[in-house]
């Protein structure tokens, strides 16, 4: 017998939930870094626990954890792109305001539609050509490109090192979906687990071999570790278990609410504050995300 189908009010409302969280887990990820945590540290807690979460699902379940072979060197190179996509966001949420970094890092929908065209894939539509350019003006007012004086060089070595790693973040996670498209038949959770796995040894394998990790200085910083790892492996957790059941609300883009709860939780926690201008193209920025992946 089948799930019932959760009403659309509250799936609508679950995925908002899902998406706050996850949007936590960054803010957690700053707080930690301010606290003597380095991204290679947070990168390794992250993906093991998410993988110990998801491991524990798979096990309650009593699903299969056999891998399809055919499926094996495809999901290796999507876990290594997934690893260097965690180390770019992370390493732009250290640099530049959560939100802006994830408001960047956003544009991953239309990166995917164009590396899918030059790979020989379908031209993308002309809603998408058409909200593409929105979006990146509402992207240069959310970050401020021209700063309040004007001075585009300044503004650009304030923030230009951040919106870079977000957008390797970007990059490398759109090439990351466009080869799991390609993935042949495996269980969604087991492809998770065995992704977030391989994140887990490249990130422990290579921070071992550079001496790269540096735990929390203090207790605050030990919390935000934790949560960070809690936020995440909650959140995507709490999707698998859900979208089977959300029918109509399964939709992956109420997700891009995540930078716009960001805003508000880093002006809070961290007093990372924006001006109206920017809150404006952050709305645009989404906006322009939503009609991207519309239906008619």
Known sequence: MSEQTIPRWAGVGLMLLIATVFGSNHI???????????VTTAVAFRSAGTALFVLALLLLSGASLRIPRQSLTRTLSVGLLISVQ???IYSAVARIPVALALLAFNTHPMVLSLISWLS????????????MPVALVGLALALDVWGRSGDFAGRWAEIGAGVLWASGASLSFAT????TAKLGAMDGRLRSLLTMTIVAVATIVGGAATGDFSLPADRTGWIALVALTACYGSA?????VLLPRLGAVNNMAILNFEPIAVLAIAWALLGQAVSALQVLGAFVVIGAILWMGGRR
């Open 120 to 131: 020989g894939g379908e031209r993308p539509a002309r809603r998408m050509l058409a909200a």
């Open 236 to 240: 995507i957790t709490s999707l698998f």
């Open 86 to 88: 965690s180390y770019c």
């Open 28 to 38: 957690a990820a700053r707080i930690a870094f301010d606290h003597g945590t380095n």
């Open 176 to 179: 990351a979906m466009l080869l």
